[in-house]
């Protein structure tokens, strides 16, 4: 008589993670990475500090971080560093609206005609060649030294990325939904409000990264030209007096500002976008 034989295989421990494993995820943790992005910066000022103390670096071609941090606090205590970025963050924001609202409105707009986006687009094209800081004399000439010169700088640099960004992704809308509809009777006004408008919407949002940061520069080139105020005009005003520290002092605002600007964006484009974030983490956890 022959007996069955059945044997059962264990099943596979999962390996335990490793030391590593364990430090490399304490470190990649948003905790772990502000603490080095902190101590790496630390220890280039502290670097360049020492540099300068030993006489390795010219104080007076480099700047001192101890100088910088003396400027800074002096700007902010007779209030000319706090008008200074209101000035500037007020021309780059409202620069960043009108731009990006214009140039997607005219972007979608050139769908509705073919021949219309045909017969501009080589004027597109040659427009978004020129540098638009070389716009700058002739904006300020225009518009005078005022806020408004510094705003339309800041609206020619960020229109055309809207513009571009909008009429590309409304070319590239859903054609099979276009013509689902197009059978059930819908005109040309509904098909836009419909599939391209919601289909261009993600493109369009995603500008907004690259834009803010237009805004931001048109908004400070225009006040390099002509200001009585900004930080441009400082960081201007501080380079003709071989005022270094002065100049970083408004840089560093500037980054200050720019980061402050950035997460706004991607906290308005999160909530505006949610699965970009999902896909965003997905791939990361491949």
Do not use: C
């Amino acid at each position: 008589m022959s007996r069955a034989m059945t044997s059962t295989v264990p099943a596979a421990a999962a390996p335990a993670p490793s030391k590593n494993t364990k430090t490399r995820s304490r470190f990649d943790s948003v905790w772990g990475r502000s603490l080095l992005q902190l101590l790496i910066a630390a220890l280039v000022l502290r670097a360049w500090q020492f540099g300068v103390d030993a006489g390795w670096i010219s104080a007076f071609m480099v700047g001192s971080p101890a100088e910088i941090w003396k400027s800074l606090v002096r700007g902010a205590a007779d209030g000319q560093l706090w008008q200074d970025s209101y000035y500037t963050l007020f021309e780059a924001i409202l620069g960043f609206a009108i731009g990006t609202i214009a140039g997607s409105a005219l972007g979608l707009a050139l769908w509705y005609s073919p021949f219309v986006a045909r017969l501009t687009e080589p004027f597109i094209i040659a427009i978004n060649s020129i540098p638009k800081i070389a716009f700058g004399p002739i904006v300020i000439l225009w518009f005078g030294t005022g806020l408004i010169s510094k705003v339309a700088l800041a609206v020619s640099l960020t229109s055309i990325v809207a513009l571009i960004a909008a009429y590309q992704a409304a070319k590239n809308a859903d054609l099979d939904f276009q013509t689902l509809l197009v059978t059930l009777g819908a005109d040309k006004r509904a098909i836009f409000f419909k599939v391209i408008v919601p289909s261009s919407l993600p493109a369009i949002i995603s500008t907004f990264h690259i834009n803010i940061g237009f805004g931001l520069v048109g908004a400070v080139v225009g006040e390099f030209i002509s200001s009585e105020h900004g930080l441009g005009h400082m960081i201007f005003t501080a380079s003709g007096l071989y005022d270094l520290n002065t100049v970083w002092a408004g840089l560093f605002m500037l980054m200050v500002i720019g980061f402050g600007l950035y997460f706004v964006v991607d906290y308005v484009e999160r909530k505006l976008l949610p699965w970009k974030e999902d896909t965003h983490h997905a791939t990361l956890n491949v």
